[in-house]
C-alpha cells in the first residue's frame, strides 16, 4: 500500500491534533505530550465523534464529545463517567501506519509501514490547498512547460513525474523543488513543496507566492472545464 | 468595574472584549442584549445608548465606543501595563502593520461572520458568494502566518501578539464550523491551525460557544492513564 503525504512534521508539534485523507479516508494525527506520532480512522468507537475535535492529555488522545481516552496503541485507557471502570480492551480504534522522514509526515493504511519514495534530505516549504483536484494540478503544471507564457510567468520545469510526487525546476531563479500530491474530498489537493536545498525567509516566500499564482491558474482551468 | 459591556454569547465581535479583558484581568460589569431573535439592539432603549445600532458597545462614564477595533485599542491603552498588545510610538510602522490586520479583521466579519449569520439564524444572503469570498480571506491570513513562520513568527505581526491577533482570531477559529463549504474547515489551513493553537495558549484565555479551550494537562494534573497499571 502506497504512502500518502499529509503535512510536514514542524506544522505538527506535541501535544496537538490534525485531520487529512488517506485514500478518500478521514484520519486523525496527533503527536503525544511526549511526541509520539500516531495516525487512526477519525472516528470515536463509541458516539462517532471526530476524534481530530479531541485533545491531547498526555499520551492519550481524548474524544471531546464523553473524553475516552486512547493511549497510542489505540486502546481505551479511561472512560471519565465511569472513573473506576478498566475499559475492555475490545474498544479500539483502527490504527494507519505513519512515519516521518526529513520533516514529511507519512501515513498509510494498515499497519505495516512502507518507506517513502522520495530523495533524502529535502527541506520543507509550504503544505498549500488547492480547489482542484490533482490530476488538474498535474496538468496545468505539463502544460505550463509548453504553453507560451507571460514575461513574467515563473516557468515550471516538470524534470520527473510519478503517481503522488512531482520533480520541478523553476529556472528562472534556480529552484528544484518536489511536490507530494495528496487527494481531498471535493475535488480538492494538498501539495506539499519541498525544496533540495536550503532557502533564506525572502526565497521561501518567493517561493510561497510562486505557488499561489500556480493555485490561481489550476483552480481557473478547473472553472473552464466545468 | 472598568467598563460596562453591552454583550451577546454567541457574538464573535463581543468575545473579542471578553477575551481581552480576561487575557487583561480587568474587572467589568456585562450587560446581556438579545440579538436574536429580539433584535433588541436596535430597540430604542439600546438606540439612546448607542445610535449606531450594533453589538457590542462598550461604555465608560459617557463615553461610548460601538466599533471592536476602538474597544481593543482603548482597553491596551488603558490596561495592558505590559506594553505588548499595542506597539509603542516610536515604532509607526509596527502600529500600522496592526493597524492593517485590524482592518482586515473587519473583512473576516463581513465574510465568515455572515456566513455564520446565515447558518445559525437563517439571514438571507448569497451563500455561494460569501463562502467564496470567506476562502478568499482564510487564503490571505494562511499565506501572511506561512510567510511570519518563515521568520520564527508564530503572530500576525510579530513574535509576540497582539490586538490585531485577537481581532483576526474569533471568525476564524469559528469558520470550521459554519458549515460543510469545502474550504471552510481547518484542515484546509495548516498556519492558521498552528496560530489558533497559540492563541488558545494564551494567558488567560477563555472559550465561547463554538470555540473550545485546550485540555492538554498542566504540569500539576495527574494523568489519570497513570492508574492503570503498565503492560507487562
Known amino acids: 500500500m502506497a504512502c500518502t503525504g499529509v503535512g510536514f512534521s514542524k506544522n505538527l508539534s506535541n501535544a496537538r491534533v490534525m485531520r487529512a485523507f488517506v485514500n478518500g479516508k478521514d484520519v486523525v494525527i496527533w503527536r503525544s505530550r511526549s511526541g509520539k506520532l500516531s495516525a487512526w480512522e477519525n472516528r470515536c468507537p463509541h458516539r462517532g465523534m471526530r476524534l481530530s475535535y479531541g485533545f491531547v492529555r498526555g499520551e492519550a488522545l481524548a474524544c471531546m464529545y464523553h473524553g475516552w481516552h486512547y493511549g497510542v496503541d489505540g486502546k481505551c485507557k479511561y472512560i471519565p463517567a465511569h472513573p473506576n471502570l478498566e475499559p475492555p480492551k475490545t474498544i479500539q480504534i483502527q490504527r494507519y501506519s505513519s512515519c516521518e522522514k526529513d520533516g514529511v509526515i507519512w501515513v498509510s493504511e494498515g499497519i505495516e509501514a512502507n518507506t517513502p519514495e522520495i530523495p533524502a534530505g529535502l527541506f520543507p516549504i509550504r503544505s498549500m490547498e488547492l480547489h482542484c483536484s490533482a490530476d488538474v494540478l498535474k496538468n496545468t503544471l505539463c502544460g505550463l512547460t509548453s504553453a507560451s507564457l507571460e514575461n513574467d510567468q515563473p516557468v515550471f520545469h516538470v524534470t520527473d513525474e510519478q503517481e503522488d510526487v512531482m520533480y520541478i525546476d523553476i529556472p528562472k531563479r534556480k529552484f528544484a523543488l518536489c511536490f507530494i500530491l495528496q487527494n481531498f474530498p471535493h475535488s480538492r489537493c494538498f501539495i506539499h513543496v519541498l525544496s533540495e536545498r536550503e532557502c533564506a525567509p525572502r526565497d521561501k516566500k518567493w517561493i510561497s507566492r510562486v505557488l499561489e499564482r500556480l493555485r490561481r491558474i489550476a483552480e481557473n482551468r478547473t472553472g473552464e472545464a466545468t | ?232
Request: aromatic share 12%.
Open chain 2, 1 to 232: 468595574m472598568e467598563f460596562t459591556l453591552y454583550d451577546y454569547a454567541l457574538s464573535g465581535n463581543c468575545y473579542k472584549v471578553r477575551l481581552f479583558a480576561s487575557i487583561l484581568g480587568v474587572n467589568y460589569e456585562k450587560i446581556s442584549v438579545e440579538f436574536h431573535p429580539a433584535a433588541e439592539h436596535k430597540s430604542e432603549t439600546m438606540l439612546q445608548i448607542s445610535p449606531a445600532g450594533t453589538l457590542p458597545i462598550l461604555t465608560v462614564g459617557e463615553m461610548v465606543l460601538s466599533e471592536t477595533q476602538a474597544m481593543l485599542f482603548w482597553m491596551a491603552k488603558t490596561y495592558d501595563r505590559s506594553g505588548a498588545w499595542w506597539p509603542n510610538n516610536y515604532d509607526p510602522m509596527a502600529q500600522a502593520m496592526v493597524l492593517q490586520w485590524l482592518g482586515f479583521s473587519g473583512d473576516l466579519t463581513a465574510t465568515i461572520g455572515q456566513a455564520r449569520l446565515n447558518s445559525l439564524f437563517q439571514t438571507p444572503i448569497d451563500r455561494a458568494k460569501v463562502v467564496k469570498c470567506s476562502v478568499t480571506a482564510l487564503r490571505r491570513l494562511e499565506a501572511h502566518l506561512t510567510e511570519q513562520s518563515f521568520e520564527q513568527k508564530k503572530f500576525i505581526t510579530g513574535v509576540f501578539p497582539t490586538i490585531a491577533d485577537l481581532a483576526c482570531f474569533p471568525y476564524v477559529a469559528l469558520s470550521g464550523d459554519v458549515g460543510t463549504d469545502p474550504g471552510l474547515e481547518h484542515d484546509s489551513y495548516p498556519a492558521i491551525r498552528n496560530w489558533i493553537y497559540e492563541i488558545k495558549s494564551l494567558p488567560g484565555f477563555i472559550p465561547m460557544p463554538g470555540i473550545f479551550e485546550m485540555h492538554q494537562l498542566k504540569d500539576h494534573e495527574a494523568d489519570p492513564t497513570i492508574r492503570q497499571v503498565p503492560e507487562g
